[in-house]
Structures are given as C-alpha cells and as structure tokens.
C-alpha cells in the first residue's frame, strides 16, 4: 500500500540556519512521482517540485534542494539560509502512475518556522 | 481572476443547516478535485471529476454531494453535517486524471465550522 511519512510535526529555526525536511515512502509501482508542496497561513497548498521514480538525480532551485534516495525511500528537502517567509506547513506526497485517477498520497505535513 | 478561487472563506453552520461551497479555476483544466484537511488526519482525497464526471468517491458519508457542471465549475453540497466534518476543504484542478504524473493546483479553501 502506498503511504508517505514525515516524521518531523514541527521544526523551529532560526533565520539562515539550513533546515531539512524529512520524507519517507512505500509503494510498489516501480513509476510513480513524488511531490512537494508548501502550505502557508493563507491556506492554499503551492507546488514546489515533481520528481518520477527514475531520475533520481538532486536538484537545486535558488535556496531550495531536493535529495531523492531510491534505496532507502526518502524524498529530503532542503532550505538552506531559511527566512521568515519560509515559515508555512510543508507537505510531501506520493503518486503511483497507475494509481486511482493520479490520486495524491500526502504525509501529515511538517510545520516550519522561521524566526527572525 | 487567476488560478483556483474558493467561495466563501470561512463558513459556520449548525448540523441542520444546508450550504454549498463553490470552486472555479480558470487554468483551463479538465480535472477537479475535492480534498478534506482536517487537524488530525493527512489531507484526504473526496472527490475527482473529469470532463464534468465523476470517477471517484473516496467512501464521502452521502451528507457530502458534489456537483460539476462544467470544467471550470465544482460544487460542495452539505447538509446535516456533524461536528467532525469541521476542517478546511480545498479544492484543486489538474489537467487531466489518470496519470501519477498530475500535478494539481490548489484553491486556498473553505474553512467549515459545524456547531
């Protein structure tokens, strides 16, 4: 069965400390995707990144970097020198390609805030 | 407007009371999405509607009815709710259904108190 774990509830750093944030999965597709998602105050959850099953090379978009480990299910992101604005509800999530209509599998989320 | 719009915001009603939350995109999408984010569970998947179907009904109690009468337009009718269906419902679009590879846009939701 699918399921997507985030073992972190709550991190709380200090503003341009590096932080990263947990991701485990399950599945037994061999091609699936693995999301991120940012959910600030305001509520709506914003895309951060896509990755399938069979690239699992890191990427890096400005401050943000992904590390996608296949032999040990993990999905990390990093923040590095984090700000304020980074504070929000962060969510990875799971999608088997011949899963119920694309549905999202999404873990419970990590609360990351920032302080000044 | 942009994106995904969520009407209304905030939305308070007692168990015998019946209301409608209301979903537009205007990405041009031909799927819809209802999701339930409640404090103690991971965000749940409702409903999906594709080209105005419905393909799936994640087991939602029949106090829930979705409607879409077009692409762009998604409906949630509630009517005597309990007190545990209080969360924040988000609505979200995606091109199409039926690929992990979706990647879905959401709205920034309906937060619902029921008394």
């Known amino acids: 069965a699918q399921k997507v774990t985030q073992a972190q509830t709550e991190i709380s750093v200090v503003e341009k400390e590096d932080v990263t944030l947990d991701c485990v999965y399950e599945?037994?597709?061999?091609?699936?995707?693995l999301f991120w998602y940012k959910q600030p105050p305001s509520g709506e959850l914003v895309f951060l990144i896509r990755?399938?099953?069979?690239?699992?090379q890191n990427e890096i978009s400005g401050r943000y970097s992904w590390n996608f480990q296949k032999s040990t299910s993990s999905f990390n992101f990093t923040i590095t020198a984090s700000q304020v604005v980074d504070s929000a509800v962060y969510f990875c999530?799971?999608?088997?390609?011949?899963?119920?209509?694309?549905?999202?599998?999404f873990g419970k989320g990590t609360k990351l805030s920032v302080k000044p | 407007e942009t994106g995904v719009t969520q009407t209304p915001r905030h939305l308070v009603m007692g168990m015998t009371n019946k209301k409608s939350l209301k979903c537009e995109q205007h990405?041009?999408?031909?799927?819809m999405y209802w999701y339930k984010q409640s404090a103690k569970k991971p965000l749940e998947l409702m409903f999906v509607?594709?080209?105005?179907?419905?393909?799936e009904n994640n087991s939602v109690p029949s106090r829930f009815s979705p409607e879409c009468p077009n692409s762009s337009h998604l409906f949630l009718h509630l009517h005597t709710l309990q007190p545990e269906d209080s969360a924040l419902y988000l609505c979200?679009?995606?091109?199409?259904?039926?690929?992990?590879?979706?990647?879905?846009?959401f709205g920034a939701g309906s937060r619902l108190t029921v008394l």
């Open positions: 979200a679009s995606s091109p199409r259904t039926g690929r992990g590879a979706n990647v879905l846009t």
């Open positions: 599945t037994r597709d061999t091609t699936y995707y």
């Open positions: 990755r399938n099953s069979f690239d699992e």
């Open positions: 999530a799971l999608s088997e390609d011949g899963g119920s209509q694309g549905n999202l599998i």
């Open positions: 990405l041009g999408h031909n799927a």
């Open positions: 509607y594709n080209f105005k179907e419905q393909t």
